[in-house]
């Protein structure tokens, strides 16, 4: 009789609604895979898929997340792990329980510090995948921030019209910041740990506005149906993805079926299909890398 194969662990956030439901649907489809899934309810979720409380605004949800997802897999390791929840406000006014501004906080602090505390659980030559934006590349985006300073998206001096936007893609830049961290570092390098930036592009059918009143969501519903159709025949960025593809194209990166070149962590969907661009020079700078790293640290307590 063959040995029985050990079960493949997925844990993800990010999982019960729009792309990532999609996503978690195709990974928890593969034979021998487990999925965690750590969210606020259980929503739309594969059925023998395991589901977490895990509320991204609180720190303490995040720390109690990290420590049921190691009491439930005893010795087994985490072989991907997938941070894919993300919030958008129209304003800059909300708060996590911490007091940071609140995009900042769910989008970056809490996946930070959720893989500062699921990485030593990681299997060896596991995959890490974070889910990032074009919004954070000038190139593309006019609103893409051109500094990072954490301190000032941790508590924005101002609100009004437009902030969310830009604090969205802000948070977007340092989720890609962080996994260009997470990738040089010597725990991940010596246990070939992958870690993958992934962009699903302009995509419809999402979970980011929920919170946006009605009309707000009508409006944007309309910019996507028609203003940017138009852009997107000069720019290809602009072209919208079904929810559908860019949860297929997600669940691949997770899979490892869709990997970028060696050297890159980078993956975008355009057109529907994966490139490989590299992400925008503030991305890539490394001040701002080990200055985010650094300043996220202290705010979440592993200073």
């Known amino acids: 009789m063959e040995p029985i194969k050990p079960q ?30 750590g969210a606020r309810g259980s929503g739309t979720v594969p059925p023998d898929a395991e589901v977490i409380p895990l509320d991204l605004a609180s720190f303490a949800s995040v720390r109690a997340f990290a420590d049921a997802v190691v009491r439930q897999l005893g010795d087994a390791p985490i072989d991907i792990l997938v941070l894919n929840a993300g919030v958008q406000s129209a304003t800059t006014d909300k708060r996590s329980a ?75 830049l340092c989720n890609l910041l962080t996994a260009q961290a997470l990738a040089v570092l010597d725990e991940v390098l010596v246990r070939r740990i992958s870690v993958i930036a992934f962009n699903p592009g302009l995509t419809g059918g999402t979970s980011l506005g929920r919170d946006s009143s009605r009309a707000r969501r009508v409006f944007f ?6 203003v940017f159709r138009v852009v997107g025949l000069f720019k290809p960025e602009y072209v919208m993805s079904t929810a559908e593809r860019s949860g297929e194209l997600l669940a ?3 899979l490892g079926t869709v990997a970028p070149p ?42």
């Open 8 to 37: 493949r662990v997925v844990v993800m956030t990010g999982a019960t609604a729009g792309l990532g439901a999609h996503a978690v649907s195709r990974i928890a489809a593969q034979l021998g895979t487990r999925v965690i899934i």
């Open 98 to 172: 911490e007091g940071y501004e609140l995009t900042f906080a769910v989008n970056h602090l809490a996946h930070y510090l959720l893989v500062r505390l699921l990485l030593p659980y990681m299997a060896d030559h596991g995959r890490l995948v974070i889910t990032t934006s074009s919004t954070h590349d000038p190139a593309n985006t006019p609103i893409a921030p051109k500094t990072m300073e954490p301190q000032e998206l941790a508590r924005p001096s101002a609100s009004g019209f437009g902030s969310g936007v830009r604090a969205y893609a802000s948070s977007k």
């Open 262 to 303: 060696p050297g890159r962590i980078y993956v975008s969907l355009v057109k529907g299909e994966p490139t490989f661009p590299d992400p925008s020079e503030l991305a890539r700078s490394r001040n701002a890398r080990d200055r985010l790293w650094r300043e996220s640290a202290v705010m979440v307590g592993l200073d």
């Open 252 to 254: 691949d990166v997770a």
């Open 221 to 226: 519903t309309f910019l996507m149906r028609t």
